[in-house]
């Protein structure tokens, strides 16, 4: 049997939890085979796989909550404290550039502190770090050097994940 | 008594500030009342109220004031201070304009004097349509820069409502009015008229007609450019600002939901990383070597292993016995060669060897002659030389 081009670099990434960008290679060809593997993952692992024009994932019943609630406060943070600052966050974080140094700020000087303190993976610099890393393994950002980082298309996962809050408890009144 | 139009204007400018409180209060509550206008000019140290109500820049509303419409509109313009207008509003242009230009259409031939003025009336509802249209554009981009830049501190989901009530109630119905390409819009009503109008100015009897169509056509021409350019506006800049302000507000009231209680809320799924993986290098070897195995189809057969010999161990005791059975022995090594041949048949060197080591037994007394005689004693393939030893007895003689 044949196997698209890149098979294994898209089944590694994919079960590595990591998104797949439009800046890949790996997703021209899950684009094209889209059909193809969402029978594979289904067929062979039991998950599924998310294609939108952003990013490619698999989701599976066996989902990793703590690090994707954790993403969720890091970027609810990020973005509450930039627009506070009177910044365009989503402009901000679709097309600009990080220093790790202004992420410090934000979350040092965060009135949301006891949530960030409470935290594990975001309670000091350290972990901090830590947990960029973590977010650059998973394609959600791309670390450029140690100290800075942009982040990735796969940001709108989370954006979408925001709206859809609003929208279910404007369907909930 | 009439004041003079210079002084009318020197007034407006000399109290502009009062006009202009004036005119803010009217805009917020629709009606200025008695006290207000008292607290305004107050506040100013200028008691006008008198000029104001004589210059007819303020009309007695029962015990209340509000601000003439000309003066109104006339500030309004001066402050590029516009409220938007719902398109109902300036759809009703559309009527206007439709029914000027049908009786124009019908009664070409008729009264030139009356087509002339229906010709004049036309250009001026087509004024002040665009002028509106052109108030409206305005006043929405600046309240929308003004939400952007938000420096009423809007709260999040009052932007929303904003955004969406501006696009859904002002932009897409004022878009479907600019509309060339809508059958039903003011603007594809226009095109009829510039047309229309095009045809006769060039090609009617009467000059004066011919001049005021003249006159239509290249209003049109220009009142067209600046339609499209307000759709403009309106598409490229207007409508994805709003739309952007009304994301950011969606997923900005989304967040601060979230953060109130991340640990309650349900978070988005993501994978759960395995530390088994599909691929290592190892695997697909692995792999290989488990499938190879069934990828020959030949029988395959096992030889089964021959049974070992069971290793032969010396008996020294049973040896020496028989050594001392046959003694005398004239030569040692045949006898060894011999007794091994009769037991087993063939000879092995190593149980040859073992059989010697017998000579070395203290009490056998060997004989050898003092010029040593060798001979030689085959043992399958191999030869070897050996000595003549003899032996007599066994123990002390």
Redesign the interface.
């Given at each position: 049997m044949e196997f698209p081009n890149h098979h294994?670099q898209i089944?590694?990434d994919?079960?590595?939890?990591k998104f797949i960008l439009p800046t890949e290679r790996t997703f021209e060809v899950l684009k094209e085979n889209e059909d193809f593997y969402e029978h594979f993952f289904k067929a062979s692992f039991n998950?599924e796989l998310k294609f939108t024009q952003d990013y490619a994932?698999?989701?599976?019943d066996?989902?990793?909550?703590?690090?994707?609630?954790d993403?969720?406060?890091f970027?609810?943070?990020l973005?509450?404290e930039l627009?506070r600052d009177g910044k365009?966050?989503?402009e901000r974080i679709q097309y600009s550039e990080f220093e790790i140094e202004e992420i410090e700020n934000y979350f040092t000087n965060s009135s949301?502190i006891d949530?960030i303190l409470s935290n594990k993976q975001l309670k000091d610099a350290e972990s901090r770090r830590n947990f960029i890393n973590t977010l650059n393994r998973?394609n959600i950002i791309e670390k450029i050097g140690d100290n800075r980082f942009v982040f990735t298309s796969a940001h709108k996962?989370?954006?979408d994940?925001?709206?859809?809050?609003?929208?279910f408890?404007n369907v909930k009144d | 008594m009439k004041a003079e139009p210079r002084t009318i204007l020197r007034f407006l400018l000399e109290y502009f500030d009062i006009i202009t409180d004036l005119y803010d209060t009217q805009s917020k509550d629709g009606i200025i009342t008695f006290e207000v206008l008292n607290q305004i000019t107050e506040k100013h140290g200028f008691d006008i109220k008198i000029q104001l109500l004589e210059y007819k820049v303020l009309s007695n509303v029962n015990e209340n004031y509000e601000i003439r419409t000309v003066y109104y509109n006339l500030i309004e313009f001066i402050l590029s201070e516009f409220k938007p207008m719902l398109p109902e509003t300036i759809e009703k242009y559309h009527i206007s304009i439709a029914e000027l230009f049908r009786k124009i259409r019908e009664q070409l031939n008729g009264d030139k004097v009356l087509l002339n003025q229906r010709i004049a009336e036309l250009s001026n509802e087509i004024r002040s349509f665009y002028e509106m249209v052109e108030k409206n554009t305005i006043s929405l981009l600046n309240e929308t820069r003004e939400l952007k830049a938000n420096v009423k501190k809007v709260d999040y989901r009052e932007k929303i409502i904003r955004a969406s009530r501006w696009i859904d109630e002002y932009i897409i119905p004022l878009n479907k009015i600019l509309d060339i390409n809508h059958s039903a819009s003011i603007a594809n009503k226009l095109y009829d008229v510039s047309e229309f109008s095009n045809k006769y100015r060039l090609n009617f009897d009467d000059e004066n007609t011919r001049v005021q169509f003249e006159r239509l056509y290249f209003q049109l021409i220009q009142v067209n450019d600046n339609l499209l350019r307000q759709s403009k506006i309106l598409t490229n800049e207007l409508l994805p600002l709003i739309e952007r302000i009304r994301t950011e507000s969606i997923i900005l009231t989304g967040w601060i939901t979230y953060l109130k209680n991340p640990y309650k809320q349900k978070a988005p799924k993501i994978l759960k990383r395995k530390e088994v993986t599909v691929y290592s290098p190892d695997t697909f070897f692995n792999a290989a070597e488990i499938f190879e195995q069934f990828k020959n189809e030949e029988d395959v057969y096992f030889d089964e292993e021959e049974v070992e010999a069971e290793k032969w161990i010396f008996d020294k005791e049973h040896y020496t016995q028989k050594l001392k059975e046959n003694l005398p022995v004239d030569n040692f090594f045949k006898w060894c060669n011999k007794t091994l041949k009769d037991d087993y048949k063939k000879v092995e060197i190593e149980k040859f060897f073992a059989l010697t080591s017998l000579a070395f037994d203290e009490n056998l007394l060997l004989e050898y002659t003092a010029k040593p005689e060798y001979e030689k004693i085959k043992i399958n393939d191999l030869t070897l030389t050996v000595p003549k030893i003899k032996i007599n007895n066994h123990g002390i003689s």
């Open positions: 294994r089944v590694e994919l079960m590595a939890g998950f994932y698999l989701v599976s066996e989902t990793n909550e703590m690090l994707s609630r993403m969720c406060i970027i609810a943070l973005s509450y627009d365009n966050f989503l949301y949530l998973r996962f989370f954006m994940f925001a709206s859809d809050i609003v929208k408890e | -």
